[in-house]
């Protein structure tokens, strides 16, 4: 079963380019204000945040990987999508000031950034670089929440949107197979099933630390 693979925690591109300019717009801005910036290690498998909890803050995701899902009444889990570096988690929520409507856990070691509801309002209210930065990151996650809804209800097969996954690249090889089960909403072992039936035809090259595609086209032509 494809699992974690440890990487340098320290990796000098902790966040990337496509957040850098807007991180640290909001960053230099909330240092200037009171230097009150909270950096945090987190190890793999611990919580940031829960589902129902009242809002603290954001966290920003300056290195590794995270969860980001929401759980029914029953218990049933669904991973909307997996947090990079340079990703904000609970923005929305802060904005709303309720509760924290996901629950985000590292997936590996990750580094973060944390910053008060109360900052970050103020920040928005007398910053308009900053206000910029915070519309940039609430606009980049709903549409990352739009593609992993479009993933999950357009496939009309579990194998389609299985395949989909595959072919979008949000696998990644430190996902276990349960983790990918909650990202297409199924079970573990049909996963682990499609991964095999997959293998066997290879479609698909499965080790111990990665999948690899090898025939594109019949992914493809999976519905």
């Keep these: 079963m494809p699992s974690a693979q440890q990487q340098g925690f320290d990796r000098p591109s902790a966040v990337t380019d496509r957040s850098q300019d807007d991180l640290e717009s909001l960053l230099n801005g909330l240092r200037a204000s009171n230097g009150s910036n909270l950096n945090s290690?987190?190890?793999?498998?611990?919580?940031?945040?829960?589902?129902?909890?009242?809002v603290r803050g954001v966290y920003i995701l300056r290195s590794g990987r995270a969860s980001v899902s929401i759980s029914s009444s029953e218990g049933r889990v669904v991973m909307l999508r997996v947090a990079q570096a340079g990703d904000v988690l609970g923005l929305n929520s802060v904005l709303q000031n309720g509760s924290y409507d996901t629950t985000v856990k590292a997936l590996e070691p990750c580094r973060t950034d944390f910053i008060p509801r109360?900052?970050?309002?103020?920040?928005?209210?007398?910053?308009?670089?900053?206000?910029?930065?915070?519309?940039?990151m609430l606009s980049r996650e709903l549409t990352e929440l739009t593609d992993r809804a479009k993933l999950v209800l357009l496939p009309q097969t579990v194998s389609g949107r299985l395949a989909k996954l595959l072919l979008d690249g949000a696998l990644d090889k430190f996902l276990t197979h349960e983790q990918m089960a909650?990202?297409?909403?199924?079970?573990?072992?049909?996963?682990?099933?499609?991964?095999?039936?997959?293998?066997?035809?290879?479609?698909?090259?499965?080790t111990s630390d990665s999948i690899l595609i090898l025939d594109r086209l019949a992914l493809e032509q999976i519905g």
């Design 118 to 136: 109360a900052q970050l309002i103020e920040l928005m209210e007398q910053s308009e670089p900053g206000a910029r930065a915070i519309l940039k």
């Design 182 to 206: 909650q990202m297409i909403c199924t079970s573990r072992e049909t996963v682990t099933r499609l991964l095999t039936t997959l293998s066997k035809q290879q479609v698909i090259r499965v």
């Design 41 to 54: 290690v987190h190890g793999r498998g611990i919580v940031l945040f829960s589902e129902g909890e009242p």
